[in-house]
């Protein structure tokens, strides 16, 4: 499934000659999701997320044509019974760093504690009904309200951007497409629907992917299962394992990982047993490769004196049992290098970071360094901050490599599985 073609009507490119005398508020659903500390999104020697720096160039060139209105979110909200997601918290960073770097006002509404969404969307209208072309409203976390979750055909969205007569929608927020979020789907009640240049762009990339007979490769990494791509990639090209589900391959092919190993997988995969089960299956039928070594520290001490490299068939000895994995290790660098080097592969895609790269465990980087080039392709979300903090984007980019803002979006796009929002706006087309 490739949605670039069927999109094309869709794409802003002209819209500046639809919409050259309009004055109504245009609504741009973008991501800005950033890792944070303590609440805040940090900053290292001035460098921004390239989500953030992206987006706000572009908002620069929105904003000449009307007032625009900016929908982001950052971080999830969990329910009550679970423990709150670090990264949840409001945009007042967003906003301050949107600001500095598109040069133009742009007024945020935040969201005051125990307002109702009907206090809310009133101060917001309000505020836009006061901004002028050339100028911004950028709403609060719009992962605030619980209807957000899920689109429904009631979203409290439709009445709020009914009344602010919405000239135009631009969803440019593909790295979300893989979810039913009320912001992606209601705007096709209100106003035309158009989708932006940062996602068409990566639809580009993703549709020439998908249709090389080239061979491909993944490196799945990162802190998250994909159990629900992994079936349908697997078919479509070769697929190397590292960070949660790399620990996990090594120990339903056999291996014994050591009980803080143990307890991490268990806590990851929670109630995921079918899943579990099911991946175990796909593992007899595809050589799906693992780690044959990994970076162990303890979470007590993380310092660079207490990090060794351990071939998985030590991991049970008594040594490391207070012992977790960090990263992969020097052995797998160079066996996964050489897989890919001499594979013969027209694309070489990186999803998801090997180690923990906040704390600089980075053999995952040296991985990348290894196999960069053309046909190289970084996939976004956490990748895009380990690539910043190790000074990685740019020689990724010259030297013909590409770096793509959405990150399981893409990598469920590539395993030919839908988008609600883009299903829900093809399928409503006039």
């Known amino acids: ?66 007032p ?3 929908l982001a979110h950052q971080g999830r909200k969990n329910p009550p019974t679970q423990k709150p997601d670090k990264d949840y918290t409001n945009l007042l960073d967003h906003h301050l760093i949107l600001s500095n770097i598109s040069d ?39 992962r605030i309200g619980d209807f957000e979750k899920k689109y429904t055909p009631g979203s409290p969205y439709i009445p709020l951007f009914q009344e602010l007569n919405l000239a135009a929608y631009i969803n440019d927020g593909l790295p979300l497409w893989h979810r ?13 629907v158009y989708i932006g240049h940062i996602s068409m762009k990566e639809l580009r990339t993703q549709h020439r992917i998908i249709h090389d007979k080239g061979r ?4 799945i990494g990162g ?10 990639l697997a078919e479509k090209m070769d697929i190397l394992t590292a ?50 070594d990994f970076v162990l520290s303890q979470p007590n001490n993380l310092s660079m004196n207490n990090r060794y490299n351990v071939p998985l068939r030590d991991l049970t000895k008594p040594e490391w049992e207070q012992y977790s994995i960090y990263d992969i290790g020097t052995a797998t660098v160079k066996q996964y290098t050489k897989t890919i080097n001499t594979g013969g592969y027209n694309w070489r895609i990186r999803a998801g970071p090997n180690g923990v790269y906040e704390e600089n465990f980075n053999n995952g980087i040296r991985l990348i360094e ?45 395993a030919g599985l839908p988008y609600p929002c883009i299903e829900d706006l093809l399928n409503n087309q006039q």
Not at 111 to 118: A, F, G, K, L
Not at 180 to 192: H, K, Y
Not at 223 to 232: R, V
């Open 180 to 192: 039913a979020d009320a912001s992606l789907m209601f705007a096709r009640n209100v106003a035309p």
């Open 243 to 292: 960070g949660v589900t790399g620990i996990l391959t090594a120990k339903l092919m056999g291996n014994e990982i050591g009980p803080m190993n143990d307890a991490l997988l268990a806590t990851v995969f929670q109630g995921m047993e079918k899943e579990i089960n099911q991946y175990e299956q796909l593992l007899e039928e595809y050589s799906i490769e693992y780690p044959t």
């Open 104 to 142: 133009i006002r742009i007024h945020y509404v935040e969201h005051h504690p125990d307002e109702t969404w009907d206090e809310y969307s009133n101060r917001l209208a309000k505020q836009v009904k006061n901004t002028q072309p050339g100028e911004a409203v950028l709403m609060d976390n719009v």
């Open 216 to 219: 491909k490769v993944m490196i």
């Open 68 to 70: 625009i209105i900016i």
């Open 223 to 232: 802190k998250k299962p994909k159990f629900e791509a992994i079936p349908n």
């Open 370 to 414: 290894n196999i960069l080039g053309t046909g190289f392709v970084a996939l976004g979300g956490d990748t895009v901050e380990e690539l910043q903090h190790n000074d990685l984007c740019k020689p990724i980019m010259y030297s013909d490599g590409t770096v793509l803002l959405g990150g399981g979006s893409h990598v469920k796009g590539f």
């Open 1 to 66: 499934m490739s949605y670039y073609p069927r999109l094309q009507p869709f794409e802003y490119k002209n819209i500046y000659n639809i919409l050259e005398n309009n004055q109504d508020p245009i609504a741009i659903r973008i991501d800005i999701n950033c890792p944070t500390q303590n609440g805040r999104i940090p900053h290292r020697n001035g460098d921004i997320n390239l989500r953030l720096e992206t987006n706000a160039y572009l908002l620069k060139t929105y904003s000449k044509l009307a």
